[in-house]
DNA sequence: CACAGATTGGTTTTT
DNA sequence: CCAATCTGTG
């Protein structure tokens, strides 16, 4: 693999500094740059079993896997590779014990929203509970306050609106969120990380002995390391830290990163050095160029200007359509021309600013006949039915497993939140001898159906997949009432029991499914199929097409509506606008579209409302080539159709 | 009383 | 488009 001199000197550092950081505008080769140190390391002599590489998404771990695969073979998969949360887990399913963490259940989000609505709904007196936040916002502080390594109280008092009042019943209810976790026994994300990093400050021994492990660890997308991950790297940090990064790409700050981390590098560890790579290997200039403009116009400087290696091309195209059904028909036409000239379906990425936006595009693509996969948001594995039958797994296995319980009870018929809740309050205070499906019989008389659940998960965890199947042929018609589209969900279980048959542990299946419910089935997709990507932009730091179209980048998506008034979360929207526009090699394609309601559409240009501000208002018109289709017609600015605008009202 | 279906209101991003 | 609340029925 070849490495530009900058490259290489990153590569092969050998210097006095222990610790490196590379910062380092999109597309300048970090990624490569990682991957050649792995192998320069290897080559030196450093056994691979000592090398750990860490990064954000699993996508991202899988991806290096595959990528230095190719160069060392097999000895690659010796490397310790993944998340921050796979690795902090690994480690303690490991030695649980000194974790003090037998027996626990890994919960997903899902989960962790409904304990805080069970507990919120407890909690939260009639009078208020309308304007009391909901349970995924209740999550949302909770996560970022333990991601920052802030106390809830401070978070909520300096960063939020919220009353005294309503502040000091948050606190309640998070207190109590804790409780009923450790006494279910029940780890959430931020627990997995914050158990970790408590355990390992608090145990120095331990922490030696684990950073011991390893004589380098790799980091990937430094920015976004919050400051809980920042505590664990400090602990690990008897070995040598490599770690890569550009500021202009944070996007996580919702997650508790702040960019300003990466620049207090060497002031927080000792013995560091700050390399730096300046040319840009992915694209053509004339897309350099807008994302250059973006960031010029922003108030922070970033001291970032992307030049290519690659030269000169076509500008990147702007487009306008009336609504977001033409844009969608229309990128699906444009995919379909591209495929009939002879481009495969996978060089071609539609980036989308939230799941949601994407829903339209998609409506198009299957009308179309193009393949894609979707990446991002709530994966269809994810989905209701998914997980109903992995909560009878759980429940089967573990009459502790309160949330389980409750969402397995209620796909029934006939049984709500109090049926529920009483069956589980059975549960919890029946002696672990005695048999639970004949506690649940008791209280369930003549649900013979329920009970049978339960019967065959245990008689088959041996074999998940089995297991799986079966379950799924039990409540099929259950779900045959309780959702539509049945037979497309259908074919989702059966995926999930093809998964499955790799596991001989049920609750190990379950485990690793949900740390990661996405990529095993993806990574299977790419790799067979040729696909177009549907992507979010946050899912896609780090990917990269030859053709990426930006969907709806229009004044309420970029900046999103949620961010306006926050200064600083309107800057991330400007960051986030600007990875989208950095993936693209070869072509872009930026389209917005009018009917948006929050968007007003005025003459052929687009006019922020309420003076709301709009990454592309004062776009110079020279750095795209600017098309506007479906608006009456061809009929451009000035129309004297405007004049008509006044008596809208008549 | 407990559940099921209808209504309403606020809509990001991920491990 | 989903989640929480409201309202009608067994
Ligand atoms: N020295 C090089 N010679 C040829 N191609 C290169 C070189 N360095 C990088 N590239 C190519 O440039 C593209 C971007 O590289 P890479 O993904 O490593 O960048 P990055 O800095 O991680 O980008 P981002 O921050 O946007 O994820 C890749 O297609 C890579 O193959």
Same mark, same amino acid.
């Given at each position: 693999?070849?490495?530009? @001199?900058?490259?290489?000197?990153?590569? &092969?550092?050998?210097?006095?500094?222990?610790?490196?950081? /590379?910062?380092?505008?999109?597309?300048?080769?970090?990624?490569?740059?990682?991957?050649?140190?792995?192998?320069?390391?290897?080559?030196?002599?450093?056994?691979?079993?000592? %090398?750990?590489?860490?990064?954000?998404?699993?996508?991202?771990?899988?991806?290096?896997?595959?990528?230095?695969?190719?160069?060392?073979?097999?000895?690659? &998969?010796?490397?310790?590779?993944?998340?921050?949360?796979?690795?902090?887990?690994?480690?303690?399913?490991? #030695?649980?014990?000194?974790? @003090?963490?037998?027996?626990?259940?890994?919960?997903?989000?899902?989960?962790?929203?409904?304990?805080?609505?069970?507990?919120?709904?407890?909690?939260?007196?009639?009078?208020?509970?309308?304007?009391?936040?909901?349970?995924?916002?209740?999550?949302?502080?909770?996560?970022y306050a333990k991601n920052s390594c802030l106390a809830l109280e401070t978070?909520?008092?300096?960063?939020?609106?919220?009353?005294?009042?309503? #502040?000091? %019943?948050?606190?309640?209810?998070?207190?109590?969120?804790?409780?009923?976790?450790?006494?279910?026994?029940?780890?959430?994300?931020?627990?997995?990380?914050?158990?970790?990093?408590?355990?390992?400050?608090?145990?120095?021994?331990?922490?030696?002995?684990?950073?011991?492990?390893?004589?380098?660890?790799?980091?990937?997308?430094?920015?976004?390391?919050?400051?809980?991950?920042?505590?664990?790297?400090?602990?690990?940090?008897?070995?040598?830290?490599?770690?890569?990064?550009?500021?202009? @790409?944070?996007i996580y700050a919702f997650r508790g990163a702040d960019f300003k981390n990466?620049?207090?590098?060497?002031?927080?560890?000792? &013995?560091?050095?700050? %390399?730096?790579?300046?040319?840009?290997?992915?694209?053509?200039?004339?897309?350099?160029?807008?994302?250059?403009?973006?960031?010029?116009?922003?108030? /922070?400087?970033?001291?970032?200007?992307?030049?290519?290696?690659?030269? !000169?091309?076509?500008?990147?195209?702007? #487009?306008?359509?009336?609504?977001?059904?033409?844009?969608?028909?229309?990128?699906?036409?444009?995919?379909?021309?591209?495929?009939?000239?002879?481009?495969?379906?996978?060089?071609?990425?539609?980036?989308?600013?939230?799941?949601?936006?994407?829903?339209?595009?998609?409506?198009?693509?299957?009308?179309?006949?193009?393949?894609?996969?979707?990446?991002?948001?709530?994966?269809?594995?994810?989905?209701?039915?998914?997980?109903?039958?992995?909560?009878?797994?759980?429940?089967?296995?573990?009459?502790?497993?309160?949330?389980?319980?409750?969402?397995?009870?209620?796909?029934?018929?006939?049984?709500?939140? #109090?049926?529920?809740?009483?069956?589980?309050?059975?549960?919890?205070?029946?002696?672990?001898?005695?048999?639970?499906?004949?506690?649940?019989?008791?209280?369930?008389?003549?649900?013979?159906? /329920?009970?049978?659940?339960?019967? /065959?998960?245990?008689?088959?965890?041996?074999?998940?997949?089995?297991?799986?199947?079966?379950?799924?042929?039990?409540?099929?018609?259950?779900? !045959?009432?309780?959702?539509?589209?049945?037979?497309?969900?259908?074919?989702?279980?059966?995926?999930?029991?093809?998964?499955?048959?790799?596991?001989?542990?049920?609750?190990?299946?379950?485990?690793?499914?949900?740390?990661?419910?996405?990529?095993?089935?993806?990574?299977?997709?790419?790799?067979?199929?040729?696909?177009?990507?549907?992507?979010?932009?946050?899912?896609?730091?780090?990917?990269?097409?030859?053709?990426?179209?930006?969907?709806?980048?229009?004044?309420?998506?970029?900046?999103?509506?949620?961010?306006?008034?926050?200064?600083?979360?309107?800057?991330?929207?400007?960051?986030?606008?600007?990875?989208?526009?950095?993936?693209? @090699?070869?072509?872009?394609?930026?389209?917005?579209?009018?009917?948006?309601?929050?968007?007003?559409?005025?003459?052929?240009?687009?006019?922020?409302?309420?003076?709301?501000?709009?990454?592309?208002?004062?776009?110079?018109?020279?750095?795209?080539?600017?098309?506007?289709?479906?608006?009456?017609?061809?009929?451009?600015?000035?129309?004297?159709?405007?004049?008509?605008?006044?008596?809208?009202?008549?």
């Amino acid at each position: 693999m070849e490495l530009n @001199q900058e490259q290489t000197q990153a590569a &092969h550092y050998s210097g006095d500094a222990k610790h490196l950081l /590379i910062l380092a505008g999109a597309g300048t080769g970090k990624t490569r740059t990682i991957i050649g140190r792995v192998i320069f390391l290897v080559q030196s002599g450093v056994p691979a079993q000592r %090398l750990l590489m860490l990064t954000f998404t699993r996508r991202a771990a899988k991806e290096m896997l595959a990528r230095l695969e190719k160069d060392l073979g097999q000895i690659a &998969h010796t490397i310790t590779c993944g998340t921050f949360h796979h690795f902090c887990l690994q480690v303690m399913r490991r #030695i649980p014990k000194a974790f @003090q963490l037998e027996n626990s259940t890994i919960i997903d989000r899902d989960d962790a929203q409904s304990l805080l609505q069970l507990i919120r709904g407890d909690q939260v007196r009639k009078e208020i509970k309308k304007e009391f936040p909901r349970a995924a916002t209740l999550l949302n502080y909770i996560s970022y306050a333990k991601n920052s390594c802030l106390a809830l109280e401070t978070y909520l008092y300096q960063f939020t609106e919220l009353s005294e009042e309503f #502040i000091e %019943l948050t606190l309640a209810i998070s207190t109590e969120y804790e409780n009923r976790k450790r006494n279910r026994q029940y780890l959430d994300y931020d627990d997995i990380l914050h158990l970790f990093c408590k355990t390992l400050e608090a145990k120095p021994e331990l922490a030696a002995k684990i950073a011991g492990l390893f004589q380098h660890i790799l980091v990937d997308e430094m920015q976004d390391t919050n400051p809980l991950q920042w505590r664990i790297l400090q602990q690990l940090s008897s070995a040598r830290l490599f770690c890569v990064g550009d500021d202009a @790409q944070s996007i996580y700050a919702f997650r508790g990163a702040d960019f300003k981390n990466v620049h207090a590098f060497s002031e927080r560890l000792e &013995h560091s050095a700050v %390399l730096k790579l300046q040319e840009n290997y992915r694209s053509t200039q004339p897309i350099l160029d807008i994302a250059n403009w973006l960031l010029d116009e922003s108030h /922070i400087d970033y001291n970032k200007r992307l030049v290519a290696v690659r030269g !000169h091309a076509d500008k990147p195209v702007l #487009i306008d359509f009336e609504s977001k059904h033409d844009e969608a028909a229309w990128i699906a036409a444009d995919l379909l021309e591209r495929h009939e000239g002879g481009a495969p379906w996978h060089q071609h990425m539609v980036l989308v600013r939230s799941a949601w936006s994407a829903k339209v595009l998609e409506g198009a693509l299957i009308d179309a006949g193009i393949p894609y996969q979707f990446i991002g948001g709530t994966s269809l594995l994810e989905a209701a039915h998914v997980k109903d039958v992995l909560s009878l797994c759980r429940a089967a296995m573990n009459r502790r497993d309160e949330l389980a319980w409750i969402r397995y009870l209620k796909c029934w018929p006939k049984i709500g939140d #109090i049926t529920a809740s009483k069956t589980v309050a059975a549960l919890l205070a029946s002696d672990p001898a005695e048999d639970i499906k004949e506690v649940v019989r008791a209280q369930l008389k003549k649900r013979d159906d /329920i009970i049978k659940g339960i019967e /065959i998960i245990q008689n088959n965890h041996g074999t998940p997949s089995q297991a799986i199947r079966l379950a799924t042929e039990h409540m099929a018609t259950v779900f !045959h009432h309780k959702y539509d589209r049945w037979e497309s969900r259908l074919s989702d279980l059966r995926l999930l029991a093809d998964l499955a048959s790799r596991y001989k542990d049920l609750l190990g299946f379950v485990e690793t499914y949900t740390l990661d419910p996405v990529s095993n089935s993806q990574a299977e997709k790419t790799e067979t199929e040729d696909a177009v990507t549907v992507i979010t932009v946050h899912s896609a730091k780090g990917t990269e097409a030859p053709v990426c179209y930006c969907l709806g980048v229009q004044p309420g998506t970029y900046p999103h509506m949620r961010s306006l008034g926050d200064l600083d979360a309107e800057e991330e929207e400007r960051r986030v606008l600007y990875v989208a526009l950095t993936r693209a @090699q070869d072509e872009l394609i930026i389209t917005r579209a009018g009917d948006d309601s929050r968007t007003l559409f005025h003459g052929g240009s687009f006019v922020q409302s309420a003076g709301s501000p709009y990454f592309l208002e004062y776009l110079p018109p020279d750095l795209v080539e600017h098309r506007q289709y479906g608006y009456g017609l061809g009929m451009a600015n000035n129309s004297i159709l405007d004049e008509l605008l006044a008596f809208d009202d008549i």
